[in-house]
């Protein structure tokens, strides 16, 4: 009994089994839920997001926040889309717009590091700069640029789900082996814990800013070019959603937004709990704006939930 | 004789099942001043706490002004007259210091803050503690680690306490801080206070405490004024163990400063330290000492590169070196023990193992920059049995062992880099005999294979113990240096007070 207590305090467990009691609920309760088609769709849309949460993941962790992740996202799949309808080959384009994605992260550690400007402020203010600058350049209508290479590697299912879902299964191990085994991890841990203590012990702090935010600049960079070959043109919002289900997913994972704390395995449950969340929404045929109502009421009721159990220690 | 205040009566309190207190009494009458001693996890704060009203106690009785108290609220414990201060300080940094002393007490004058009258007020506890030069309108934030514990003591005598607990309230003061405040607690006697002082420091409890209660493993031991109780004997009950061998052996002088320099500092510049020549010799422990805030931990920030040297010339093994920072200091075999062990020396909501091999997790991994388990296995194992950290596994939450394990664990993540100079910041400050011992053992040991220690230390008996050699600073300029038989505790006290005459 009390291992099983033991075993829910963990917030990553408990992220587990919610998402999985609310898939059985939905399964159950809502007609054509259970179909394979829906539930690869499903996963579909929690991988094209996925992306953007685990770089917003290792931000957090490490005691930061990414607010650019929307206009990031916006930003590769436009850039894309330029580049392939330029002519470039599509794996130069994905290059191309990853690099640019990278330059905001490393812009917004840049501010963050030496000039001291708080993550929170320096996010906004760069996804401001990108999503006017992006406005200018494209007047307004990004150009369609989309090969079928790209459009394959997003929703091609040569094995039972998409191929996106697959690739964020890649990504999802090849930080989850960062994350926990590997030292960038420890001193993401450790500059969320505690930055006096990790400068301290040798930690170059300034050096992990700039991997962490580039890093969330990369993954968020992935959606982008993802949702780009998902559907086969991009608009100048398509990022937009994203910013609040990004957050959304890390806190719902388990992971603490004050930093240092939470397993970054909760990521994955906490993503496609989001997604289930927003489908459910959508059944009940709840508007758009109540949908936003919702979530946004859910972060804040999850945030209250976990401070809490901080506070109890 | 005059009823007792405070009377504690077969007090027993447990935690998860664990016995932490058990049937301890005390009793307190006004001018009484009593002494709680014990080893870390004794039981001292504990006592305290329900005497305090944080924690509530499971058995017994406490009687406060003659009456029984069965729940007490830290409000009501207040209300009562019981006041405390506390080792943690509470000093707000963005408050003015005399807002700080005001806080939840403040003088209204229609409803409105009257400031003039509390910076007035502030202005008279200050000079009664000697801090004339600090303006209480100045940011608490500005102070130093012992003015604010001045402060907090200020805050406390000004709400006229009938019972002071005083909990490691000296750990942060130098000798003659300690001085002051005790001349103002024996004032308040003649008017009946009552003090419960916990120190680590016996010294100063035997200038000021007329009884004395030893706990150990929650148990009371003894309680007996203090006059029957030699500090030898108190040691062995607490302990088993006597004085004598608190310290390791000295070795002789002229061998170890016959040492080549390992490090050296000339003509050198950092922050208000101006023309700075310093030399630490191989296995050498040089003990830094001097009243408190005086520019030591400037010195000890320079060395690991937290501080930029703005002029002169550093070496290491007789190489001319640029620090560019802890990393650098710390490829170049340097290790810097902080001082405040809670915010910048460990990773308190971390498990132990995730402490231990912080510094050298580098070491630990294989090209891949994965962390090899099994190495890090190991290394865990081989710091615990070494260093007999006690605690359940290394998974547990640091934050959940005591002072003195927490120390520890410290000292091994850095010694798990095999440092060649070693950089002390207060390494016993607030831990117990038995703790301390073993890290002065430590220290001895790893000076016997070569290695460098600096220490800064605000204990003067830890200074003449352990170091070979002492400088003093004043002022942010190194004031004396003392050696070999020179270094005795009046000559460090002196050496601490006494600006050196720049014409001698």
């Known amino acids: 009994m009390s291992r099983c207590k033991e075993w829910l305090k963990d917030t990553t467990n408990l992220a587990y089994l919610t998402m999985i009691l609310v898939w059985l609920t939905t399964v159950i309760t809502i007609k054509g839920f259970a179909r394979l088609g829906h539930n690869v769709s499903t996963l579909q849309t929690a991988a094209l997001m996925g992306f953007a949460v685990l770089g917003q993941a290792v931000v957090v962790i490490s005691g930061g926040i990414d607010m650019s992740v929307s206009e990031i996202i916006t930003l590769s799949s436009v850039t894309c889309a330029a580049c392939i309808k330029a002519g470039l080959p599509t794996p130069v384009a994905m290059g191309i717009a990853l690099l640019a994605c990278m330059l905001v992260g490393a812009f917004n550690a840049t501010s963050i590091v030496f000039l001291k400007v708080p993550p929170i402020i320096q996010t906004v203010a760069a996804g401001c700069i990108i999503e006017g600058t992006l406005l200018v350049l494209t007047n307004g209508t990004p150009p369609a640029g989309c090969g079928k290479l790209l459009s394959w590697m997003s929703k091609g299912k040569p094995l039972v789900v998409t191929n996106a879902f697959w690739i964020w299964m890649a990504v999802y191990a090849i930080l989850w082996w960062m994350m926990n085994r590997s030292k960038f991890g420890r001193y993401v841990y450790a500059i969320g814990t505690n930055v006096n203590t990790a400068k301290n012990s040798g930690v170059h702090v300034t050096k992990m800013n700039y991997m962490i935010y580039m890093l969330s600049g990369f993954c968020a960079g992935i959606s982008g070019i993802l949702m780009l070959g998902n559907i086969g043109s991009t608009y100048l919002t398509i990022g937009d959603p994203y910013q609040l289900y990004s957050i959304a997913s890390v806190v719902i994972g388990g992971i603490a937004i004050t930093g240092g704390k939470g397993k970054f395995s909760g990521v994955i449950a906490g993503t496609i709990l989001t997604v289930l969340i927003r489908d459910i929404l959508n059944v009940m045929s709840i508007s758009e704006a109540f949908r936003n109502i919702f979530q946004g009421l859910l972060v804040l009721v999850l945030l209250l939930a976990y401070g809490r159990e901080r506070r109890a220690r | ?504």
């Open chain 2, 1 to 504: 004789m005059k009823d007792a205040f405070l009377q504690v009566k077969q007090v027993s309190k447990s935690f998860f099942g664990n016995k932490v207190l058990s049937n301890v009494s005390a009793e307190l009458r006004p001018g009484e001043f009593l002494a709680l001693i014990g080893e870390n996890g004794a039981g001292k704060s504990t006592l305290i706490n329900l005497i305090t009203g944080i924690y509530s106690y499971d058995e017994g009785e406490i009687w406060i002004n003659g009456k029984l108290c069965k729940t007490i609220t830290p409000a009501e414990a207040q209300r009562l007259g019981i006041y405390t201060v506390r080792q943690e300080l509470s000093i707000n940094p963005v408050l003015t210091v005399a807002q700080n002393v005001f806080l939840g007490h403040e003088i209204l004058n229609h409803g409105l803050v009257n400031k003039k009258e509390m910076e007035r007020i502030t202005r008279e506890l200050l000079d009664a503690v000697h801090l004339k030069h600090i303006d209480p309108r100045q940011d608490a934030g500005t102070l130093t680690m012992a003015e604010k514990q001045m402060l907090e003591f200020c805050k406390a005598v000004y709400q006229n306490p009938k019972l002071l607990v005083l909990d490691e309230a000296t750990s942060a003061l130098d000798d003659d801080q300690v001085e002051i405040i005790f001349n103002k607690l024996r004032e308040l006697q003649k008017q009946g206070l009552m003090v419960i002082f916990i120190s680590h420091r016996l010294h100063e409890l035997y200038e000021i405490c007329n009884i004395m209660t030893v706990l150990k493993d929650g148990q009371q031991i003894v309680t007996e004024p203090i006059q029957s109780l030699d500090e030898d004997r108190l040691i062995s009950l607490m302990t088993g163990r006597t004085i004598q061998d608190l310290f390791p052996a000295k070795r002789e002088s002229k061998k170890v400063q016959s040492a080549p320099e390992i490090i050296k500092i000339e003509d050198g510049t950092f922050g208000k330290c101006k023309h700075i020549h310093l030399a630490v010799k191989k296995g050498e422990i040089l003990g830094i000492g001097g009243l408190q805030g005086q520019g030591q931990q400037t010195f000890m920030e320079c060395l690991f590169g937290i501080r930029k040297l703005e002029q002169g010339a550093m070496f290491l093994d007789g190489e001319r070196i640029v620090l560019r920072g802890p990393s650098d200091a710390m490829a170049r075999g340097i290790a810097y023990l902080p001082a405040e062990r809670k915010t910048e020396g460990l990773f308190v909501s971390h498990p132990i193992a995730f402490n231990l091999t912080f510094a050298c997790i580098s070491r630990l991994c294989d090209f891949l920059g994965t962390i090899r388990r099994k190495a890090e296995k190991e290394e865990i194992d081989r710091a615990f049995t070494s260093f007999s950290i006690k605690a359940h596994s290394p998974n547990q939450i640091i934050s959940e062992l005591s002072g003195g394990n927490q120390q520890k664990v410290v000292l091994a993540k850095w010694l798990a880099r095999n440092p060649k100079l070693l950089l002390l910041n207060e390494p016993t400050r607030g831990i117990d005999v038995g703790t301390k011992k073993e890290i002065y053992e430590l220290m001895a040991g790893l000076a016997g294979k070569g290695v460098s220690i600096v220490m800064i230390s605000s204990d003067t008996m830890e200074l003449i113990g352990m170091c070979d050699r002492v400088i003093t600073v004043y002022e942010n300029e190194i004031n004396y240096e003392l050696l070999g038989n020179d270094l005795t505790e009046e000559a460090l006290v002196k050496a601490s007070v006494f600006r050196r005459d720049r014409n001698e």
